[in-house]
Nanobody, 126 residues
Framework: QVQLVESGGGLVQAGGSLSVSCAAS????????MGWFRQAAGKEREFVAA????????NYKDSVKGRFTISRDNAKNTVYLQMNSLKPEDTGVYYC???????????????????WGKGTLVTVSS
C-alpha cells in the first residue's frame, strides 16, 4: 500500500520560513517524480513544485520561484519543500504527490498524478 505522509506544516508570520516533508512508502521511490500541490480555501488545487527521479531537474510555480526549494533524499524516501519569504497567499493545504510518468518539463497535472498524500496545513499570517 502506497503512503505519502506529509509533516511540518504550521503557522508562520509573513516573511518567515517553513519546511514541509513527505515520507513515502510502498513504492519504488526513485522511479517517481515527486512534487507538491497546494489548495487554499475556496480555490482549486494548484501545482507548486516538482523534482525529477534523482533530483537533476526541478520545476516551480512562477510565484514561488526564488522563494521555495524542492529537494529529495532517495535513501530516505523523502521529499522536502523549503519555503522562505512566505506570503499570506502561500496559505493552504500542501499535498505531496508522486508521478510515475511526469510530463516534459515536470509540469505536473492533477488529473494524472499517481498518488496523493493527505496534506499538511500551512498558514501564513500577515
Amino acid at each position: 500500500q502506497v503512503q505519502l505522509v506529509e509533516s511540518g506544516g504550521g503557522l508562520v508570520q509573513a516573511g518567515g520560513s517553513l519546511s514541509v516533508s513527505c515520507a513515502a512508502s510502498g513504492l519504488a521511490f526513485s522511479t517517481y517524480a515527486m512534487g507538491w500541490f497546494r489548495q487554499a480555501a475556496g480555490k482549486e488545487r494548484e501545482f507548486v513544485a516538482a523534482i525529477s527521479w534523482f533530483g537533476g531537474s526541478t520545476n516551480y510555480k512562477d510565484s514561488v520561484k526564488g522563494r521555495f526549494t524542492i529537494s529529495r533524499d532517495n535513501a530516505k524516501n523523502t521529499v522536502y519543500l523549503q519555503m522562505n519569504s512566505l506570503k499570506p497567499e502561500d496559505t493552504g493545504v500542501y499535498y505531496c504527490v508522486a508521478d510515475r510518468n511526469p510530463p516534459v518539463g515536470l509540469e505536473l497535472r492533477t488529473s494524472v498524478i499517481d498518488y496523493w498524500g493527505k496534506g499538511t496545513l500551512v498558514t501564513v499570517s500577515s
